[in-house]
């Protein structure tokens, strides 16, 4: 059992260059999430997917997109990449259902240099 | 806005000094409140989640309590391998399930 995984681990852009970030779970979760993480801002919500089929904006979408490929899988793409998109990015994952909320697992990141 | 404050930026511990973290939070109703460790190099790793006040959960030399306005990570006895970032994240009533809002985290560093 893997947890969520995501690849590439490092990758250096150049300005206007495109990308897609992967991450995979093996949890059986029917939630998934992408976040960027930036010194000294936190976590912040790019886009989200509540289940297989739907996907939502979060609080930073902008120059990005998502796909919900299926139940275990969810990429971002930056269609044209821009120095202010350098970050570490995490896909988290989170099991719907229940009494009790389920917290969001994350993945080990991906860390984008855009030069 | 749904906002999260956390405190100390960095704490230098020797090891054995206990100390405890401070998440001060502002949401329109609280429906969860998580705390994460993270490594550096590293995705976030689950620790916590306390959903009402005056709720307690440990684990180890960790442990985590809640107010209506703030929680307290204590951390008992340190040791070097406690060294990480901890995260605290809020989930509003409001915001349904899927959106969490994170802290920038606090610094520790214990040394032996």
């Known amino acids: 059992n893997a947890g969520v995984t995501q690849t590439p681990k490092f990758q250096v852009l150049k300005t206007g260059q495109s990308m897609t970030l992967q991450c995979a779970q093996d949890?059986?979760?029917?939630?998934m999430y992408w976040y960027r993480q930036d010194p000294g801002m936190g976590l912040r919500l790019i886009y989200y997917?509540?289940?297989?089929?739907?996907?939502d904006k979060g609080e930073v979408p902008n120059g990005y997109n998502v796909s919900r490929l299926n139940k275990r899988e969810f990429s971002l793409r930056l269609e044209s990449a821009a120095p202010s998109q350098t970050s570490v990015y995490f896909c988290a994952s989170r099991k719907l259902g229940g009494p009790i909320q389920e917290t969001q697992y994350f993945g080990p990141g991906t860390r984008l240099l855009v030069l | 806005e749904d906002q999260v404050t956390q405190s100390p930026e960095a704490l230098r511990l020797q090891e054995g000094e206990s100390s405890s973290l401070n998440c001060s939070y502002t949401v329109s109703g609280l429906r969860g409140l998580f705390w994460y460790r993270q490594d550096p190099g590293k995705g976030p790793e689950f620790l916590f989640t306390?959903?009402?006040a005056g709720e307690e959960k440990e684990k180890e030399r960790l442990k985590a309590t809640l107010t209506k306005k703030e929680s307290f990570l204590h951390i008992t006895a340190p040791k070097p391998e406690d060294s990480a970032t901890y995260l605290c994240?809020?989930?509003?009533?409001?915001?349904?399930?899927?959106?969490?809002?994170f802290g920038t985290g606090t610094r520790l560093l214990v040394s032996p």
């Open positions: 997917s509540a289940s297989e089929g739907t996907t």
């Open positions: 306390l959903y009402s």
């Open positions: 994240a809020v989930q509003a009533l409001n915001t349904g399930f899927q959106k969490l809002v």
């Open positions: 949890m059986n979760h029917n939630s």
